[in-house]
T-cell receptor
Framework: EAQVTQNPRYLITVTGKKLTVTCSQNMNHEYMSWYRQDPGLGLRQIYYSMNVEVTDKGDVPEGYKVSRKEKRNFPLILESPSPNQTSLYFC??????????????FGQGTRLTVV | DQQVKQNSPSLSVQEGRISILNCDYTNSMFDYFLWYKKYPAEGPTFLISISSIKDKNEDGRFTVFLNKSAKHLSLHIVPSQPGDSAVYFCAASGLNTGNQFYFGTGTSLTVIP
């Protein structure tokens, strides 16, 4: 079954404690990205990657890091989480087709609370 | 600065009637537009898309219309069904916009049986 898998689904942590949210896709997609969803703001892109070892900042990259060492994995790292990073996070992947990207497949989401 | 806007946070429609969800964008370089549907506790799922070379794309009960001069797109659902109740996001991208996807804030559709 084609899917994007995020872990964990729920996480409560304390300010400053480093954490990683994992994301894996089994569709051999080139493009992967991370979004956060906040009330009244919709989905905002944090980082994206067009292929292995290629990553770029989205609209709201501050306080986040990513890496793309393998095509299937795209972890999101919060080195020193703060309460304003409390949010619902989604990972997504897309295929490159004719020099553009197709629709995104999303993971189930990770609800992060930073206290 | 929100480049994709959905000005109606919510919409209620009677079952069997037409639902029309609207989306406006500001960046004339966008050339690919998508609609996603999201149920609670799930990730968004792709619904329908349209490229800027077209002004209409239809898939079953769902039709997306694109008006490039007005920088406006709309999603029509006919007939609406209770299972269509969800949050709908429009999204846009373009090769000349840094390969980013830009999403609207979403419209919560309720279809009343």
């Amino acid at each position: 079954e084609a899917q994007v898998t995020q872990n964990p689904r729920y996480l409560i942590t304390v300010t400053g404690k480093k954490l990683t949210v994992t994301c894996s896709q089994n569709m051999n997609h080139e493009y992967m990205s991370w979004y956060r969803q906040d009330p009244g703001l919709g989905l905002r892109q944090i980082y994206y990657s067009m292929n292995v070892e290629v990553t770029d900042k989205g609209d709201v990259p501050e306080g986040y890091k990513v890496s793309r060492k393998e095509k299937r994995n795209f972890p999101l790292i919060l080195e020193s989480p703060s309460p304003n990073q409390t949010s619902l996070y989604f990972c997504a992947s897309s295929r490159l087709l004719d020099s553009s990207f197709t629709e995104a497949f999303f993971g189930q989401g990770t609800r992060l609370t930073v206290v | 600065d929100q480049q994709v806007k959905q000005n109606s946070p919510s919409l209620s429609v009677q079952e069997g009637r037409i639902s029309i969800l609207n989306c406006d964008y500001t960046n004339s370089m966008f050339d690919y537009f998508l609609w996603y549907k999201k149920y609670p506790a799930e990730g968004p799922t792709f619904l329908i898309s349209i490229s800027s070379i077209k002004d209409k794309n239809e898939d079953g009960r769902f039709t997306v219309f694109l008006n490039k001069s007005a920088k406006h797109l709309s999603l029509h659902i006919v007939p609406s069904q209770p299972g269509d109740s969800a949050v709908y996001f429009c999204a846009a991208s373009g090769l000349n916009t840094g390969n980013q996807f830009y999403f609207g804030t979403g419209t919560s559709l309720t279809v009343i049986p």
